[in-house]
């Protein structure tokens, strides 16, 4: 249709006991900048192996994202959706940040974990204390890890993030003080084929290595394609 077009996402896939439910962040507005930070790996190390091969290196390079995105609780009743319209006009704009927020807290990385995961030790936690029991702060907490997502930006970049970081600025609130605009800003690191390996077994690990060699090989296949403008470009430019 006319006037449609393409949004980028966050999306995490959140473990539960049958299959990962994928919980999408959409971008209300694309953002109009972001920012694609790189940096170096790092050195192989001193001793023998710098001397035999001072350009030897570990590992990949750092990847990351920053990016603001801006939400709007009448424009998302403007657009039509029942859903959107009776989320929006109950609580603002929250539950799509309250999504962000979770972004951040980790999971239960044996694949029970993830939002309903957080509320049941949540709930849980409470329970025992209501009764005397240990409190969610003295339990043993289970082993965790930082919720893995794909920032999806068209069709050419879909990677597995962590949230680094997530600052979010309230502006204007309903008669609940439910926010109802805000912008956020947004830190993500892509994640890299080692740290994808630690993660447990299952569909959530498969999703985000495939992410990652299908991003990867693209750009290779791009950089290549770029090697037509090689000949053209360098004539005139080395004096040898």
């Known amino acids: 249709m006319p006037g449609k077009y393409m949004r980028g996402a966050i999306l995490q896939f959140m473990p539960t006991f049958l299959v990962p439910l994928p919980n999408v962040i959409i971008f209300q507005y694309n953002p109009e900048t972001i920012t694609h930070n790189w940096s170096q790996p790092e050195p192989a190390g001193g001793g023998e192996a710098h001397r035999a091969n001072p350009l030897a290196v570990r590992g990949l390079p750092g990847e990351s994202f920053s990016l603001s995105i ?3 609780a009448g424009d998302m009743i403007a657009d039509g ?5 009776g989320i929006a006009t109950v609580s603002g704009i929250y539950s799509r940040l309250a999504a962000l927020e979770m972004l951040l807290f980790p999971v239960d990385a044996t694949g029970g974990g993830g939002l309903v995961g957080s509320i049941s030790a949540s709930a849980g936690g409470l329970g025992a204390s209501l009764t005397g029991g240990a409190t969610a702060a003295s339990r043993t907490v289970p082993e965790s890890q930082a919720p893995v997502a794909l920032f ?4 050419g970049r879909i990677v597995p993030v962590r949230v680094t970081n997530l600052s979010i600025t309230e502006k204007l609130y309903d008669a609940l003080l439910n926010p109802t605009h805000a912008d956020a800003a947004l830190g993500l690191r892509v994640l890299t084929p080692e740290e994808l390996s630690a993660m447990e077994d299952g569909p959530l690990k498969e999703i985000a290595k495939t992410a990652y060699t299908y991003s990867q090989g693209l750009r290779q ?4 394609a770029n090697l037509a403008n090689a000949a053209e470009s360098i004539t005139g430019m080395l004096p040898f």
């Open 70 to 72: 801006s939400m709007d």
């Open 81 to 85: 959706s029942p859903v959107a319209e």
């Open 152 to 155: 999806v930006w068209g069709p």
């Open 221 to 224: 296949v791009l950089a290549i």
